[in-house]
């Protein structure tokens, strides 16, 4: 006999209208007791949904985006009558439990996972960013929400969900090393896949790779020997972009190509529509605008820049999107963030430039949204507002080129046999070598300079 349950969101403490940011099961999914179902961020906390029962999920009703609260109807799941009745005890026996023994469970680390493999995902929904952990209907929440937030060890717990920690003790992995390409860093089956892919295969190369220069251990060394010092935690952007930049690094073969583009006719345009008409617009100019639309305009002409390697079905393939979206570089007080501005195909400069201004300024008061920052198809860096002849920007994988802009400055041109003075901006662009090819990189980079010497070619 079985019946069809409606399972609801459980007593969340004080939280109320909670964003759901991802759904973890679709009709059909045979689930067990204490799989995720849902997971909702609130300002503070990142919050885990089980299911009470095993059974067959029927219906979902939420959506990523809905806001819910306690007594939201999440989904509706075929439960055999035996299992409603195992749930039941389940829940009374969990009810007994003295809350200390909840606390303790909140905060377990994977030893203690391992000995109670029923509590497994009391720490699942720990993330990096003092996320908090709810497991089962029967217990209460405010216990472990606040457990999970005042235990030091907690906050560095990875951001995972049951069945992933799961898999990945199967594997014997530690997941404190692994990086999560979820939302919020959270760690998903393909991120724990992919790092014993990767570990087995540096096992295979090593002593063979290296040519007898394997990497050394890091040096840890006592600097207090040496002189003062002062110890000073890194934000937490720097901690998020550095795993991320990191594993860029390593793992793109990197080149980056220098070109450099006479943008003297284009600053004289900006610097005209911006005495004239910025008092009304508003908004100001920039060149970061223009670099955005010329970058479009030579993505369309090579497609392959704006796009990423897909290996999912076992073979390299790239997914060449035909979208524009483009991540800029906003240096902040707290770190480097990457907002996006969607499809800048379809958009004028000054809607672009209003667009950067609005982010940029998000971005420095900390206030960006997740999907200000999701979607990229390309990156530009740009520090011309700051100075620099060039560098080596590193690629914001999955993408496969990042643009970098230095300062422009007048440089003498020789034309018409004669030295005059031009305005040269300073393009620097990095790209993936698996991907792309040096030849294609020069083409890329003198084209997007010609548009910049003349945007009418961004017409074409
Ligand atoms: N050459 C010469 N001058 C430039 C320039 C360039 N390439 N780019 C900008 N400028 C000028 C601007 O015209 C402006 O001058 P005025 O005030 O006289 O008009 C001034 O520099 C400041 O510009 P800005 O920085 O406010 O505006 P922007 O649109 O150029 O840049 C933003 C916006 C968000 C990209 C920038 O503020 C920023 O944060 N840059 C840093 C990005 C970064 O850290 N990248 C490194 C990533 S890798 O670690």
Known sequence: MSEIKKV????????????????LVKAGDELAAEDSLITLESDKATIEVPSPYAGTVKTISV???????????????????????????????????????????????????????????????????????YRGSARQPSQMISASQDSKQAEVKPHAGPSVRRFARQLGVDLS????????????????????????SK????GV?????????????????????????????????????????????????FDEADITDLEAL????????????????????????????????????????????????????????????VDTPSGLVVPVIRDIDQKGVMMIADELG????????????????QGASFTISSLGGIGGTAFTPIINAPEVAILGVSRATLKPVYRNGEFV???????????????IDGASAARFTSHLASILADMRLALF
């Open 203 to 206: 096992s295979q190369n090593l």
């Open 358 to 373: 609005k982010l940029s300024s998000l971005a420095r008061e900390g206030k960006l949204k997740p999907t200000d920052m």
């Open 177 to 200: 090393k692994v990086i999560g390409s979820g939302p919020k860093q959270r760690i998903l089956k393909e991120d724990v896949q992919a790092f014993v892919k990767q570990a087995l």
């Open 270 to 329: 900006r610097k005209e529509y911006n005495e004239n008409q910025q008092a009304q617009a508003g908004t100001k100019l920039t060149i970061l605008a223009f670099l955005m639309k010329a970058a479009t305009a030579a993505l369309k002409k090579f497609p392959e820049f704006n796009a990423s390697l897909d290996s999912s079905n076992g073979e390299a393939n790239l997914v060449i999107k035909r979208y524009y979206h483009l991540g800029f570089a």
């Open 209 to 257: 790779g290296g040519g007898g220069f394997d990497l050394l251990p890091w040096p840890h060394v006592d600097f207090a020997k040496f002189g003062p010092i002062e110890l000073k935690s890194l934000t937490r952007i720097k901690q998020i972009s550095g795993a991320n930049l990191h594993r860029n690094w390593v793992m793109i073969p990197h080149v980056t190509q």
């Open 8 to 23: 609801r969101v459980p007593d969340i403490g004080d939280f109320k209208d909670v964003p759901v940011i991802e759904i």
């Open 63 to 133: 959506k990523v985006g809905d806001r819910v609260s306690e007594g939201s109807e999440i989904l509706s799941m075929e439960v055999s009558a035996e299992h409603t009745d195992e749930a039941a005890k389940a829940a009374q026996s969990e009810q007994a439990e003295p809350p200390q023994q909840a606390e303790r469970t909140a905060s377990s680390d994977n030893g203690q996972d391992k000995a109670q493999p029923e509590h497994e995902g009391a720490a699942d929904t720990v993330s990096a960013e003092q996320a908090s952990a």
């Open 421 to 435: 003075p031009r305005l040269i901006l300073p393009l620097s662009l990095s790209y993936d070598h698996r991907v």
